[in-house]
Structures are given as C-alpha cells and as structure tokens.
C-alpha cells in the first residue's frame, strides 16, 4: 500500500503511523526525510500490504525554524545604484547569516564617480551617506549597525570625524561597537574610510 501526500514547504520529516486497532500505541512508525528538490509529493510504503485493513495516520513533523535556517544559510550580494559601485573584485555588501557586511565606504559621490570635494567632514557625510544606502537595500538600516571600523589618513581629524559621526547614530538606539585606525593610505586618496557589521 502506498500513500501520496502533499508536503508544505516547511516540513523536514514526514512521519507516517500504521495502527490496526490503538491509535495510542502508534505501532509500525516509518519516518522518511524531505527531499528538498522534490517538495510536492512524497510517495511513502506502509508496509501493511499483508494487513487486510491497516489505518493510516499521516503527521507533519514541520520544524518551525527551517525557514529561519534556510535564509541563515544563503549568501546574497548586495548592489545599489545610490551608493558609489564596487572599484574593486568586492562586492558593496554581502548579507549572510542574518547579518549585513558592509565593505568600507569612501567619500566618493555615486554621481560624478569622485571623492567629494572638501575635505574630511565632506567626505565623512558621504561615507555615512553611501553605507545608509547600501544598508537600506540590504533591507537594513543604520540603528542596526552592530560594529564600524574607521580609517583615517591622519589621526588629526579625528574630532571631526567623531562629530559627525555621532549624527548618524543615535545613544537612543545605542551606538555601535567601533575601531579607530590611523593608515597610510586610502583607495583614491580618501581622508577617511569605513565599513560596518549590522543587523538584517
């Protein structure tokens, strides 16, 4: 005797129980994994051929956090036309395991392709400015930002920087971990650089 049954997205095992008289003792339980590349129909052997009138119980053994474990498993690149395109082998962001890496952010204008001019504080708002665009099409935003890291061609400018940082993060939502850097240098001659970790 064989049974089709319809299996929901969710479901990871499907257990059927064959009983004859108690269904309270479940006896003849066959348990059979998914498979995932062929969700629809599940085409199941009870095992009661000799058996003149075997019951059949179907149960759905769905794991509730499947799903959750799916999109903690994918890996999805993030590109957006606001915010300046890779100019390297990187990609802008990358979210994966329910959170978003975001690579480091230079001043540079999504527009005219060039740092803007100014110097460090314009620069910093375009940085913030460029990362808020690439978390909001990571579906993200920047009260969700666990962890920054920043790089500055010259440790001199680091109040500034600090300023306006501090008005594109809230105390309310709580400010994010962070690291400071002086380097020698930046992609294109950029005063200041950073990259962040946030939430999804």
Same mark, same amino acid.
């Given at each position: !005797?064989? +049974? ?7 479901? *990871?095992?499907?257990? @059927?129980?064959? @009983? ?9 339980? *066959? ?6 590349? =062929? ?15 075997? %019951?059949?119980?179907?149960? !759905? ?10 999109? !903690? ?8 036309? %606001? =915010?300046? =395109? ?7 962001? @990358?979210?994966?395991?329910? +959170? ?7 001043? !540079? ?6 740092? @803007? ?14 990362m808020k665009a690439v978390l909001e099409a990571a579906g993200s935003d920047m009260a969700k930002v666990c962890?920054?890291?920043?790089l500055l061609k010259d440790m001199s400018s680091f109040a500034e920087v600090n300023g306006i940082y501090g *008005?594109?993060?809230?105390?309310? =939502?709580? %400010? ?25």
């Open positions: !005797m064989y +049974f089709k049954c319809i299996v929901p997205k969710s479901a *990871e095992f499907v257990t @059927v129980f064959c @009983v004859d008289t108690d269904i309270a003792t479940l006896p003849n339980r *066959e348990t059979c994994r998914v498979n995932p590349h =062929a969700r629809s129909y599940l085409l199941l052997s009870s095992g009661q051929e000799n058996r003149s009138n075997p %019951y059949l119980v179907l149960c !759905m053994q769905a794991d509730e956090h499947t799903d959750k474990k799916q999109k !903690m498993a994918q890996r999805e690149v993030i590109a957006t036309s %606001y =915010a300046p =395109a890779a100019i390297g082998p990187y990609s802008q962001a @990358v979210k994966a395991g329910g +959170f978003v890496f975001v690579s480091g952010c230079i001043g !540079m204008s999504p527009e005219t392709k060039a740092i @803007v001019p100014g110097g460090v504080g314009p620069e910093c708002r375009q940085v913030l400015s460029n962890k920054t890291t920043i *008005e594109y993060f809230s105390a309310e =939502a709580g %400010y994010p971990a962070r690291a400071t850097y002086a380097v020698a240098g930046l992609p294109l001659g950029a005063l200041v650089e950073i990259e962040a970790v946030a939430l999804a």
